[in-house]
């Protein structure tokens, strides 16, 4: 036995096998009844008798196909052919007044057998057509010959096949709905097995059926007496009224609410429009209700601390803020007193006192460069740094914060360089800000570069877009260590290398260049060098290229 092939909207193969056997057994008892010649001779109707059975046997073996291949169109496609042979064998026998007029009235049989009763108006309109055709035939050809015993076998065989086709048709309905049933009863198994609530809902909100595990604080029966929006608590109820409204539309819909019955509970409701099988069926809703509370709780406790940790970071800002200010007061006057005893201004100094005296100028200027970073970084932080916007040369930003570092480099046996363009680079920015960009980097470049190296800055405008960049030939920054430097306080490599800073200068270079809605990039190879770009959209006047950029050395020895 083959298996059938069947399209997505045929019948089971059970139904089909049964539908190709009522087929085969019509076509097998007409060929039976035209076989009995000598009966058929009795009645003078022989050679059309049998001619006119045996065009009605096609139908029936055609419909062994279902046994191989099974589908809708093809059902129609056979029905058709009923509707043909009838025609012809009524053509061939004179029709309802003819020796085969049962024969009439097989597309009937045939649409109930191959569908169900909805096919029942195709089939008739194929009888009416097998009429119309037979008394065309008798209208041409004149009266038929009168031969009672064919006219009954061929209604005997009719009544049979209409009664088989009737049953067979009960039989596939009943095997459909059980199918449905079936299937409904799998689902409600699934939904039934669910955590969470599964409701059908009008789009009313009013509860049809019910589902699953319904979470404490929103107990089933009550739904189904009042329905869901009043177990809703009040000022909750417009949401989920819109929610609804939503779902019924056809949209997706989540909302959150706290039940009526507790208030300390929150329920997550997903709605999403279930489409109706029929026209005249309305929209449904299918909801699923879940407990939330313990997300609702875990959120609203991850709020507050991220209140607490805001609150906390706004008090430490503020307290730098505030501590810096009073401590830049009494150390100005530190550096003051020292300058003037290092420099002998009243009067000569004992020579370890003076030593004393550079000593504390030394520390006093370190320790104010560092309060000054952190209330930089402080006032960044608390959206309290302001930006004097102005146009100015950026060369002359470079050069003198190239002036400040020169000591510094000399010392160490530096070389510092600039690569500058020989035409005025206008830009609109905080002159103060890029001049502190420029020496914090130079610092940086300068301090972690060994003796022999160089470090050089250069200024360009590329289109709007101004790009500064110091590079070194410095001892570099491990890949590790890349993702955390421009941070507050984060520093590289060893204890050594970290106790020459604080960690402040780059992330205060970083916050900067944000502020001019620019970025900085690092870029550093371990026992090479770094260099360090900073790019801010601040250039008003593109300058003109007259000839190579100046290299310019700013040595002392030079």
Do not use: C
Not at 143 to 151: H, K, Y
Not at 202 to 217: F, I, K, N, Q, T
């Amino acid at each position: 036995m083959f298996e059938p092939i069947r399209s997505p909207d045929a019948p089971d193969a059970r139904e089909a096998a049964a539908v190709a056997a009522w087929h085969a057994g019509w076509a097998a008892a007409v060929g039976l009844a035209a076989l009995a010649g000598d009966w058929f001779g009795r009645e003078g109707a022989a050679g059309l008798g049998i001619s006119a059975a045996l065009v009605m046997a096609t139908p029936g073996l055609l419909g062994l196909i279902l046994l191989i291949r099974d589908g809708r169109s093809l059902r129609a496609a056979m029905l058709g052919a009923w509707s043909l042979a009838a025609a012809a064998a009524a053509g061939l026998s004179g029709g309802l007044t003819g020796s085969l007029g049962g024969f009439v009235f097989m597309p009937l049989a045939a649409a109930v057998a191959l569908g169900s009763s909805r096919w029942a108006p195709f089939g008739l309109l194929g009888a009416a057509t097998a009429t119309v055709a037979g008394l065309a035939a008798a209208g041409v050809n004149g009266a038929p010959v009168a031969a009672p015993g064919m006219a009954a076998v061929s209604a005997l065989l009719t009544a049979g096949a209409a009664a088989l086709a009737f049953r067979l048709s009960d039989g596939a309905e009943a095997r459909r709905l059980g199918a449905v049933e079936g299937a409904v009863a799998q689902v409600e198994t699934v939904l039934a097995g669910q955590p969470g609530l599964t409701l059908v809902l009008e789009a009313s909100g009013a509860p049809l059926a019910a589902y699953g595990a319904a979470p404490a604080a929103l107990p089933v029966d009550p739904l189904f007496e009042d329905g869901l929006v009043a177990a809703v608590h009040t000022p909750d109820r417009p949401a989920v009224l819109a929610a609804l409204a939503r779902a019924a539309g056809g949209a997706e819909a989540q909302v959150r609410f706290a039940p009526r019955r507790a208030l300390d509970r929150r329920i997550l409701l997903v709605l999403r429009r279930q489409e109706p099988t029929q026209a005249d069926q309305p929209a449904r809703l299918i909801g699923v209700a879940l407990d939330a509370s313990l997300q609702h709780a875990r959120e609203e406790g991850l709020d507050a601390a991220r209140l607490e940790a805001e609150t906390l970071s706004a008090g430490k800002t503020r307290f730098l803020a505030h501590m810096s200010h009073e401590l830049r007061t009494p150390l100005n006057a530190v550096i003051g007193f020292s300058d003037i005893m290092r420099q002998r201004l009243f009067g000569p100094v004992p020579e370890r006192y003076a030593a004393y005296a550079d000593s504390i100028h030394t520390a006093g200027g370190h320790l104010l460069a560092l309060i000054n970073d952190v209330l930089d970084v402080s006032r960044i932080e608390a959206d309290r740094y302001e930006l004097n916007i102005e146009r100015f040369d950026v060369r002359e930003a470079v050069s003198a914060a190239l002036a400040l570092v020169r000591v510094q480099a000399d010392d160490k046996g530096v070389e510092l360089a600039a690569v500058l363009s020989s035409e005025a680079l206008l830009v609109a920015a905080d002159r103060r800000a890029v001049k502190q960009m420029l020496l914090n980097l130079l610092s940086n470049a300068v301090k972690f570069t060994p003796a022999g190296g160089s470090v050089t800055v250069t200024a360009e405008a590329l289109g709007s877009t101004l790009e500064l960049t110091v590079a070194d030939t410095g001892i570099g920054v491990a890949p590790e260590d890349m993702a955390r430097l421009g941070r507050p306080f984060e520093q590289a490599g060893g204890a050594e290398q970290r106790a020459q800073g604080t960690g402040l200068g780059l992330s205060l270079v970083r916050s900067l260049a944000e502020l001019h809605q620019g970025v900085m990039m690092m870029d550093s190879t371990p026992g090479e060098g770094t260099a360090v770009t900073v790019r801010l959209p601040v250039v008003v006047a593109q300058p003109v290229a007259t000839g190579e950029a100046e290299v310019i050395s700013l040595n002392r020895s030079a």
